[in-house]
DNA sequence: TCACGTCAAGCAGAT
DNA sequence: ATCTGCTTGACGTGA
């Protein structure tokens, strides 16, 4: 079990997503943002080695543009070596990595430029990842993407796009349950017809389920991911109090995330703490997880 | 220095 | 019809 949170650290001075607008578009702006936000992830991922939050969610703003038309820059080769340096600190600590394309990302669309856009941004991700030299195990999260007023061709839709995809992308790709769309058991439904591993978001299954029980989803989400893939990712957050339904609440509540761990002790997993306040949050979650067996089990390796 | 309109992109529920 | 959230505010013009 490892523990981690997304994208961005508040409590070190550096910013690694910086990106800029399409109108100040210049190569050497991009080739500037890209560096500052490079030095910057490896500045977070020195920090999670330190402080034994081994999981990473890499923002996608990471390259601005990447899969954009105007960026004709060759940033794969002209990073190659900080791409290898960071990749180092990564497979040396033995961090857990993950990317979530952002909501215009749907495999899914009846809109074929909407898909191809997709696909290239998937592209993208993949690239990233196999130029840091990830494993298989690092993966890229994506929702299953609309209902269009047809959910079983929408979902029809998503078997079909995904298995077209190459395999530099399904290798990474997973699928993550939503609150508003697609439940855990829409996704199992595409797992049986792909086989893609499937990522548990357990504040979404909160708000949208058929009355399974978490202990039910942990079990068959984990049975998606086979060893190539890792143990299950789990993206844990929790209502922000006050705010509409599906908020994200700023601080973790540490009781409730120990009842979390509690109801899911047969089953190990990697968890991504969707919290506002993210580093501060999982340095509080750690405390706590540290004390579990499922922890324990990993430092003893 | 600061306020605030806007930002590549999709979708659906809320208002 | 328009706004808002999503994983999340940051960019940048104008005063």
Redo the contacts with the bound molecule.
């Keep these: 079990m490892k523990l981690g949170y997304?994208?961005?650290n508040w409590s070190i001075d550096c910013?690694g997503d910086?990106?800029?607008?399409?109108?100040?578009y210049s190569e050497h702006r991009l080739i500037d943002t890209i560096q500052n936000n490079l030095e910057c992830l490896k500045e977070m991922l020195t920090f999670n080695v330190k402080h034994h939050l081994l999981f990473f969610r890499i923002?996608?703003d990471i390259i601005?543009?990447?899969?954009?038309p105007i960026n004709t820059f060759d940033w794969r080769d002209y990073f190659l070596d900080t791409f290898e340096d960071i990749g180092t600190l990564i497979s040396l600590n033995n961090i857990r990595i993950s990317m979530?394309?952002?909501?215009?990302?749907?495999l899914n669309?009846?809109?074929h430029d909407?898909v191809q856009?997709s696909i290239e941004?998937l592209r993208y991700h993949a690239d990233l990842l196999d130029l840091l030299q990830c494993d298989s195990t690092a993966k890229i999260q994506l929702?299953v993407?609309?209902?269009?007023n047809d959910k079983q061709k929408s979902l029809q839709r998503f078997i079909e796009r995904y298995n077209d995809l190459p395999n530099s992308i399904r290798k990474r790709l997973v699928i993550e349950n939503?609150?508003?769309?697609y439940s855990v058991n829409n996704c199992i439904h595409i797992f049986k017809e792909t086989k893609i591993p499937i990522l548990l978001?357990v504040f979404?299954h909160s708000l949208l389920n058929n009355n399974e029980s978490l202990e039910k989803v942990l079990m068959e989400t984990s049975r998606t991911w086979h060893k190539k893939d890792g143990v299950l990712m789990v993206?844990y957050s929790e209502q922000a109090p006050g705010l509409?339904?599906?908020?994200?609440t700023k601080s973790l509540t540490v009781s409730k995330f120990k009842k979390f761990l509690e109801l899911s002790k047969p089953y190990d997993f990697d968890i991504m703490l969707?919290?506002?306040d993210k580093e501060q949050s999982a340095l509080r979650a750690l405390n706590i997880v540290k004390k579990d067996t499922r922890f324990q089990q990993f430092t003893s390796e």
């Design positions: 997304p994208c961005k910013i910086k990106t800029f607008r399409l109108k100040s923002s996608s601005p543009f990447a899969s954009h979530h394309p952002d909501q215009f990302i749907v669309s009846p809109k909407v856009r941004e929702h993407g609309g209902i269009y939503d609150d508003t769309r978001d979404h993206d509409r339904k599906g908020s994200h969707e919290i506002k």
